[in-house]
């Protein structure tokens, strides 16, 4: 099943490739940008008929690896 | 004193560790990532560069490579583990050090002399030196900036100008043992006037000097 898994940097920590793109934006012509966050989106493809289980799974491998959990939170998206 | 040096497909900066710590009458032996078992080593340290392409975030993958249990399991019982830039990174991402590296402030790779002071004369990267010696060591890094959302850190050694926003002006933290520090600035590449400082000499002679027969 396909998995989507969004790595997001925590509010309090400093981005500063957003930042950059935020001024860029603004440079550009598009002074409305307000916050800019560069977020990681990882796509997977898992065997597994149970999406709860998969779910778990795909977790774990977050905590473990895919997000830093000193910086990063993540949200999981599992399309049955 | 024999030394491990970390090399994960990526790392750069191993040779010029080897050549320092030679000069410093260590015994120093590169060893591959893969490798499980360092119990013969008096001290680890894992060197610069971009272990594994630095894919996902720096670091993040070395610290699945088997070698990193094992430096996990002898920094637990307090062997001396040194890491520099990237090894500095790896040790965050494996946890054995406090906080994590993000992008410079300014988002440029810098390349340049930076002066540091040390603060924590406890650590076994700083415990020949007296607080408040300054160094002039080489910063090469795009990841440079430590970040401790915490606030917890052992700060070791701080910059004396603010070149890339980490939290405290830290340039160098250890665990709160002592036994683990990761440094961003290159001791091993101010090893010697010709490079343009030999500073480095004085920080990897405490770091030989901590060590203890394995």
């Given amino acids: 099943m396909k998995v989507t898994v969004t790595v997001n940097r925590r509010l309090e ?3 500063p490739e957003g930042t950059t793109v935020e001024r860029a934006l603004h440079d ?18 898992v065997s597994g008929g149970d999406p709860v289980s ?4 795909v977790e774990e491998m977050c905590r473990r690896l895919l997000a830093n959990p000193v910086l990063e939170d993540f949200e999981v998206e599992v399309d049955g | 004193m024999n030394v491990a040096v970390v090399v994960f497909p990526g790392t750069n900066c191993e040779h010029d560790l080897v050549h320092a710590v ?39 993958i ?6 990193m249990t094992e430096v996990s399991r002898l920094a637990a019982e307090g062997r001396p583990v040194l890491g520099i830039c990237n090894g500095f990174q790896i040790l965050c991402e494996a946890g054995l050090l406090p906080g994590a ?19 924590d004369a406890g650590t076994v990267l700083t415990s020949g030196l007296e607080p408040g010696t300054r160094v002039r060591l080489p910063l090469n890094s795009y990841e440079g900036n430590w970040v401790d959302p915490g606030g917890s850190g052992r700060v070791v ?20 043992a002592g036994n683990v520090v990761g440094i961003m600035p290159h001791p091993e590449r101010a090893s010697d006037e010709l490079l343009g400082s030999a500073d480095g000499l004085s920080l990897l002679e405490s770091f030989l000097g901590s060590l203890v027969r394995a």
């Fill in chain 2, 101 to 119: 590296l993000i992008a410079n402030r300014d988002l440029s790779f810098i390349c340049r002399f930076v002066d540091l002071e040390v603060v």
């Fill in chain 2, 22 to 60: 030679r000069t410093l009458g260590g015994e120093p032996e590169l060893v591959w990532h893969r490798r499980r078992d360092l119990a013969g080593f008096d001290g680890i340290i894992i060197p610069g560069g971009f272990a594994h392409g630095d894919y996902l975030r720096t670091g993040a």
């Fill in chain 1, 28 to 45: 550009l012509g598009y002074p409305e940008v307000r916050t800019v966050r560069m977020d990681r989106v990882i796509h997977m493809e």
């Fill in chain 2, 157 to 176: 050694a701080r910059y004396l100008d603010d070149p890339n926003g980490s939290q405290d002006g830290a340039a160098a933290v250890a665990n709160d």
């Fill in chain 1, 54 to 57: 998969v779910r778990a799974r």
């Fill in chain 2, 62 to 67: 070395a610290t699945m490579s088997p070698v």
């Fill in chain 1, 13 to 15: 920590i400093a981005d």
